[in-house]
C-alpha cells in the first residue's frame, strides 16, 4: 500500500521488501511473545485468585512485549526512511498528518489484519 501511495520505483520495492524479509523473524517472535503475554494478562483478569500487583506484573509485561515490537517497526520505517526521495518524504509526512504513525505502520508493516502477505508487497 505505501508503495502506491509513495509511487516507489522498482528498486526501492525490491529494498523495502528485503528490509521486511530481514525483520520479518524478529517481528514473528515479538508478534508472538506480545499475543502471549495479552493472553496472560486476560487469564489473570479473569481469575479471581490473582492479586492486584500479580495484574500489575502482567500488565508490566504486556507493555514491555509491545514496546520491544514497536522497536522492530521503528528499525523497518527508519531503514525505509533511507530509501526515500525528498519528495517522497514529504508525501509521507502528509500521509503521517491524514492518517497517524500508527495507521502509517500497518500500511508498512508485516503480515496481520489487513497486511497482504510478502509476495504481495
Known amino acids: ?69 514497536l522497536l522492530v517497526h521503528r528499525a523497518v520505517l527508519q531503514e525505509a526512511l533511507a530509501l526515500l526521495t525528498a519528495d517522497q518524504k514529504a508525501k509521507l509526512a502528509t500521509l503521517q498528518k491524514e492518517l497517524g504513525l500508527g495507521r502509517m505502520r500497518g500500511m508498512v508493516g508485516f503480515e496481520g489484519p489487513g497486511m497482504p502477505p510478502p509476495e504481495k508487497r
Open 1 to 69: 500500500m505505501i508503495s502506491q501511495a509513495l509511487d516507489l520505483s522498482e528498486a526501492q520495492k525490491t529494498a523495502l521488501k528485503a528490509i521486511l524479509d530481514k525483520h520479518q523473524p524478529d517481528a514473528k517472535t515479538k508478534g508472538e511473545a506480545t499475543r502471549m503475554a495479552h493472553e496472560a494478562l486476560d487469564a489473570g483478569m479473569l481469575d479471581t485468585a490473582t492479586t492486584v500487583e500479580q495484574v500489575k506484573t502482567l500488565h508490566d509485561k504486556v507493555a514491555q512485549a509491545q514496546f520491544d515490537m
